[in-house]
């Protein structure tokens, strides 16, 4: 994705992802295929029917592991697999580059596509802090890059699109907040 130069001195809110943006070292489902002795390729087919439910917090991680024990054969997962192997590390020059823009006034929030399990492991980590508020897909049930995670967004903070700048490590995630005028 090629960044285009813009300045950023008429916005007032900045949406930060989290995964690659705050946090790095955030994927954990080579690690589940192996603990469970399933194919990486044959866990990961399965999982991509499921993925976007678990964002959105429609299905729980609960019923997913459930769904894993009787698809592959397996004795119950009592574990929570996607906490057990999600370890992400902050990333320093971002995580400067949201205090810097709240010390400057800015209003500044998390917009993240993320399950419950991993949000829990982000908030004991203090992620959460470095934000003024923080919209989770899984808590607000819509996930990026629908337009309407974006206006839930937008509606809430009480800003318009136009003063309002989006940083994502996807480009296919921007779709939605330029349709929302971000």
Known sequence: YKMRPMSTENKKLFI???????????YCN??????LGIPKDVFFEDYAWYSMPLLDGVL??????????????????????????????????????????????????????????????????????????????HDIGLSKPTDEFFKHILECEGYKG??????????AYHRGAKNNGI
């Open 16 to 26: 930060f992802d989290w995964g690659n943006v705050i946090v790095e070292n955030i």
């Open 30 to 35: 080579e690690a589940i295929a192996k603990e």
């Open 60 to 137: 729980s991680t609960r019923a997913y592991w459930e769904h894993v024990s009787r698809r592959f054969n397996l004795p119950p997962i009592k574990e929570e697999l996607f906490q057990k192997h999600f370890h992400p590390q902050v990333i320093d020059i971002t995580a400067r580059l949201v205090k810097a823009l709240r010390a400057s006034g800015k209003r500044v929030v998390g917009g993240t596509n993320t399950y419950a399990p991993h949000f829990v492991k982000l908030h004991a980590m203090g992620v959460h802090d470095l934000f003024d508020k923080v919209y989770a897909s």
């Open 162 to 171: 136009e003063e309002a700048f989006f940083i994502d490590d996807v480009e």
